[in-house]
């Protein structure tokens, strides 16, 4: 899923439009845009502009072109405001340069990788047959008594649910998919623990073993508390908000709290595009593979009835990946086929380039 980001939101009041920026490391991670307007958008390797819709994903080097009448206002990753006036044509970076003052810098994440994983990312958690861990995977929690949630194994009537580390060996029954730990014994922060969950016919989540965890310290608490309450002092939509909180919570590796807060907003708010397309990421990220499909084909709808082309290819681009992680090569091609489409309607020869490379290895 995947993929840490600069997150930007983008509003209109009136005929100015105002940017909310969260950043990562790097001039070549991606920001997210979201805006109401007319922006149009180029990327390095597109022959043309093209107007994106919010939100959208862009990069540093990525050239941002206001309409007349309409000036931009950004909100960047050092927490200071900048503008770009009505009819101006300027790079990412350069409306918000990265600083050694920025306070959301992303990180790795801070539990290693399951043994014959990629990137954290595993196999078992393909597999429907098993009570794979859902949450927290692969994450720190905010929590000392965090939601436990894994798959649900048809034909299953209860699950045996452990948690393990140091000086906790928790366990209980449990005929639900979703539990709260109990706090005792407690987790210390700072430190590794496993979940395991078992079926009462004998499915084990052992098998993937994607369940580690750790408890954010209490600095690092502090610190994305302060963060978050500073966001919400700009009354942003529930969108952006959600959007540059999930931001927040990656870069602390907080991928439980990030995929909640996008579930529960596409839950009580209009799904966007850009939502449903963070939730697919993070699901990979974490290596939910099988559970990234399905806000990938939705941002894919949603894209389609917008008829935005750069966002249709990329969601096919994620749909393809799914497919490749799933050993699914036929399906792989197809939706990178499609993608390759896109691109040529965005002119990106250099990303045309990259697929049919992808596509030539699979058949």
């Given at each position: 899923?995947k993929?840490?980001?600069?997150y930007?939101?983008?509003f209109?009041?009136?005929?100015i439009?105002?940017i909310?920026?969260?950043p990562?490391?790097a001039?070549?991670?991606p920001?997210?845009?979201?805006?109401?307007?007319?922006?149009?958008?180029?990327?390095p390797?597109?022959?043309?502009?093209?107007?994106?819709?919010?939100?959208?994903?862009?990069?540093?080097?990525?050239?941002?072109?206001?309409?007349r009448?309409?000036?931009?206002?950004?909100y960047?990753?050092?927490?200071?405001?900048?503008?770009?006036?009505t009819n101006?044509?300027?790079?990412?970076?350069?409306?918000?340069?990265?600083?050694?003052?920025?306070?959301?810098v992303?990180?790795?994440?801070?539990?290693?990788p399951t043994?014959?994983t990629?990137?954290?990312?595993?196999?078992?958690?393909?597999?429907?047959?098993?009570?794979?861990?859902?949450?927290?995977?692969?994450?720190?929690v905010?929590?000392?008594?965090p939601?436990?949630?894994?798959?649900?194994?048809?034909?299953?009537?209860?699950?045996?649910?452990?948690?393990?580390?140091p000086?906790?060996?928790?366990?209980?029954k449990?005929?639900?998919?979703?539990?709260?730990?109990?706090?005792s014994?407690?987790l210390?922060?700072?430190l590794?623990?496993?979940?395991?969950?078992?079926?009462?016919?004998?499915?084990?989540?052992r098998?993937?073993?994607?369940?580690?965890?750790?408890?954010?310290s209490?600095?690092?608490?502090?610190?994305?508390?302060?963060?978050?309450?500073?966001?919400?002092q700009?009354?942003?939509?529930?969108?952006?908000?959600?959007?540059?909180?999930?931001?927040?919570?990656?870069?602390k590796?907080?991928?439980a709290?990030?995929?909640?807060?996008?579930e529960?907003?596409?839950?009580?708010?209009?799904?966007?595009?850009a939502?449903?397309?963070?939730?697919?990421?993070?699901?990979r990220?974490?290596?939910?593979?099988?559970l990234a499909?399905?806000?990938?084909?939705?941002?894919?709808?949603?894209?389609?009835?917008?008829?935005?082309?750069?966002?249709?290819a990329a969601?096919?681009?994620?749909l393809?990946?799914?497919?490749?992680?799933?050993?699914?090569?036929d399906?792989?091609?197809q939706?990178?086929?499609k993608?390759?489409a896109?691109?040529?309607?965005?002119?990106d020869?250099k990303?045309?380039?990259?697929?049919?490379?992808?596509?030539?290895?699979?058949?």
């Amino acid at each position: 899923m995947k993929k840490l980001r600069l997150y930007i939101a983008l509003f209109l009041t009136t005929s100015i439009l105002t940017i909310v920026a969260i950043p990562t490391v790097a001039i070549e991670t991606p920001f997210h845009v979201m805006f109401l307007g007319k922006v149009e958008l180029k990327k390095p390797d597109w022959s043309k502009y093209h107007q994106i819709k919010a939100p959208a994903m862009l990069r540093g080097q990525d050239i941002v072109r206001t309409s007349r009448g309409t000036a931009a206002k950004f909100y960047c990753s050092d927490l200071k405001v900048r503008e770009l006036e009505t009819n101006q044509t300027r790079e990412i970076k350069k409306v918000c340069p990265p600083t050694s003052r920025q306070q959301l810098v992303s990180g790795r994440s801070k539990i290693a990788p399951t043994r014959g994983t990629r990137g954290g990312a595993s196999r078992g958690a393909n597999n429907p047959t098993i009570p794979y861990i859902i949450s927290p995977r692969n994450t720190s929690v905010l929590a000392e008594r965090p939601v436990l949630r894994w798959n649900r194994v048809e034909g299953a009537n209860s699950y045996t649910v452990e948690v393990q580390g140091p000086e906790v060996n928790w366990k209980t029954k449990t005929s639900s998919t979703e539990i709260v730990y109990p706090g005792s014994p407690p987790l210390k922060k700072g430190l590794v623990y496993q979940l395991i969950v078992v079926a009462d016919n004998g499915a084990s989540s052992r098998s993937e073993r994607g369940g580690r965890f750790s408890v954010l310290s209490s600095p690092e608490v502090q610190q994305v508390q302060a963060t978050a309450s500073q966001l919400k002092q700009h009354q942003l939509t529930s969108e952006a908000e959600a959007l540059a909180l999930a931001n927040i919570y990656i870069n602390k590796n907080l991928n439980a709290e990030a995929i909640e807060l996008l579930e529960d907003t596409i839950e009580r708010n209009t799904p966007s595009i850009a939502l449903y397309q963070n939730l697919g990421d993070i699901y990979r990220q974490v290596g939910l593979n099988l559970l990234a499909t399905k806000p990938y084909l939705e941002a894919l709808k949603l894209a389609e009835a917008e008829e935005d082309v750069a966002r249709m290819a990329a969601a096919q681009v994620s749909l393809g990946e799914v497919e490749m992680s799933l050993g699914n090569k036929d399906e792989a091609v197809q939706w990178l086929e499609k993608a390759v489409a896109g691109y040529r309607q965005l002119g990106d020869s250099k990303k045309i380039s990259q697929l049919q490379r992808q596509i030539s290895r699979l058949i």
